[in-house]
């Protein structure tokens, strides 16, 4: 039987013997919106929450926070609806800024803004890549009560009207995207970046939980010390096509939000798996490893302690960290970058290597990817030349009636054991 698995902008096959028995992994295969524009439009005409926007008429300036090129907005059907209704309460272009809120990424160049954004949008709008080190732009608002020092970028903060757009999904430690976190994560400083993430190694920082999560109610508190007005969020199908769009007050957005999200990404499996084949996706969820590691991650749920992972990435831009690729540098196993993490204290880029070495130093880790295999090596990633060969290999350390399971798009997919 041949399986079709996503990688980069394309799919590649895979043969599996038809005496294996194999479980697909994904999601129910909910229906796109038949009119997206409309679902959006629908969406800010019944805002969530308390907000009107009588309450946002004629502000003089306002900031949106939009997500980088490595999250699959879909900003061509939110952000035109979003400008109509900025204008009908009075509100001109020239008030208007776009931030690109890359958190710890590197900040995009002028040259990538056309990734993600229309080209209409870029000739009429200020376009303003955030960048997290650079400590000119940000400005300090004192500590949300779990101690993460707050610092978000200066100008975004001097809007009088502060907006978040991004998509609601599964996220591996914070629960769930979404809400404020465009703006609290993505337009904050290293330092608040690296202390709110420090939070995954709570016990309730956990794929899929919100209400009790620590990193998520961390990022709530960011959000709100930021100031932030209105959120306008999609819930995306596997196919990266829109369902659901919420607009309103962000708490509010969430609430309504995580459970359709739910509705959408949850599968339950029966049992564990000796062999798991696993894609966060293709594109743009498996741009790097520090990406794909989420592809990972989704795939340890449901893989038996010392079975085989195979990631299925093609990470054209490498590691996507530098910091995480110069940290990495020298580390000759996994026990090691656990323990060098553990006494050196949570960094961001480093802790992308902990993160990797947490989960895979309890299954056997293949990569198939387009780095080249010295970089793989370097992260602790045992690549492979052949994909359909390390299947071949992998199924003969099978034991007896055990299952694969094939993960197609695991970065937005929540997998539990039922």
């Known amino acids: ?125 200020t376009v303003i890549s955030h960048d997290a080190e650079d400590p000119q732009s940000s400005v300090y608002l004192g500590e949300t009560s779990r101690g993460t020092p707050i610092w978000a970028n200066r100008c975004y903060l001097q809007s009088d009207l502060k907006i978040v757009i991004g998509n609601i999904e599964p996220h591996q430690f914070v629960g769930f995207s979404g809400g404020v976190k465009s703006a609290a994560i993505g337009l904050a400083g290293i330092e608040t970046i690296n202390r709110n993430h420090a939070l995954l190694t709570q016990p309730d920082s956990q794929l899929g939980e919100y209400k009790i999560n620590p990193a998520r109610q961390d990022v709530e508190e960011i959000g709100q010390k930021i100031g932030v007005h209105l959120a306008l969020n999609a819930i995306l199908n596997q196919h990266k096509q829109i369902v659901y769009a919420l607009a309103g007050d962000p708490i509010a957005v969430m609430r309504s939000g995580v459970s359709r999200s739910q509705q959408v990404c949850q599968v339950a499996v029966s049992q564990k798996y000796g062999l798991t084949i696993v894609s966060p996706g293709g594109y743009p969820k498996d741009i790097n490893v520090y990406q794909s590691q989420k592809g990972l991650a989704h795939a340890a749920q449901v893989t038996r302690r010392g079975g085989t992972i195979i990631l299925v990435a093609a990470c054209p831009e490498g590691s996507g960290s530098p910091h995480y690729e110069d940290w990495a540098e020298g580390k000759t196993s996994y026990a090691e970058v656990i323990q060098k993490f553990q006494e050196e204290g949570f960094r961001i880029g480093p802790h992308k290597a902990y993160q990797i070495a947490r989960d895979a130093s309890q299954f056997r880790l293949k990569l198939y990817s387009k780095m080249k295999p010295n970089l793989a090596r370097k992260l602790l990633l045992e690549p492979v030349e052949d994909l359909q060969t390390a299947v071949d290999s992998a199924l003969v350390d099978l034991g007896q009636g055990e299952l694969v399971a094939v993960l197609p798009h695991a970065a937005s997919t929540i997998p539990y054991l039922s």
């Open 1 to 125: 039987m041949e399986f079709r698995i996503p990688y980069g902008h394309s799919y590649l096959p895979v043969q599996i013997p038809d005496d294996v028995s194999v479980d697909i992994i994904k999601a129910p295969d909910t229906p796109r919106a038949k009119d997206p524009l409309g679902v959006v439009q629908n969406a800010l005409e019944n805002l969530l929450g308390e907000s009107t926007w009588s309450d946002f008429a004629g502000a003089k300036s306002v900031g949106i926070a939009v997500n980088d090129k490595t999250r699959p907005v879909p900003h061509q059907h939110l952000l035109p609806p979003l400008f109509e209704k900025l204008a009908e309460v009075g509100i001109s272009d020239e008030a208007v800024t776009l931030y690109i809120a890359g958190g710890s990424h590197p900040p995009m160049t002028p040259v990538e803004y056309p990734v993600i954004l229309p080209d209409d949008v870029l000739q009429r709008f």
